[in-house]
């Protein structure tokens, strides 16, 4: 089974809104910390957003104001809801879940082009 399964990704034009989803299905022990990060061509991955099963969050800088994250614990389900999308955003994202003893499952990624 796969451990993380993502879904949401798409082509939006600037200014419009995207919400990714990401269920941890295929993980059955406890999950600490999930969050997106995010691969544009050329450029490292980088963390967009991440929260914690206590619901601490960490927010890029780049997408504070803009990107939301939220989870569903009964679901094992983390959220990244994207407004006010710009082209820069544009880039593979991709859904890590952490466990308590920090194994990290990664997502296979979901394409997120916003253009016009």
């Known amino acids: 089974q796969v451990p993380l399964v993502e879904s949401g990704g798409g082509l939006v034009q600037p200014g419009g809104s995207l919400r990714l989803s990401c269920a941890a299905s295929?993980?059955?022990?406890?999950?600490?910390?999930m969050g997106w990060y995010r691969q544009a061509p050329g450029k490292e991955r980088e963390l967009v957003a991440s929260?914690?099963?206590?619901?601490?969050?960490i927010i890029a800088d780049s997408v504070k104001g803009r990107f939301t994250i939220s989870r569903d614990y009964g679901k094992k389900t983390v959220y990244l809801q994207m407004d006010s999308l710009k082209p820069e955003d544009t880039a593979v994202y991709y859904c890590?879940?952490?466990?308590?003893?920090?194994?990290?499952?990664w997502g296979q990624g979901t394409q997120v082009t916003v253009s016009s």
């Open positions: 890590k879940a952490e466990t308590y003893s920090a194994t990290g499952y």
């Open positions: 295929g993980i059955m022990i406890r999950l600490n910390v």
């Open positions: 929260i914690t099963s206590s619901g601490s969050r």
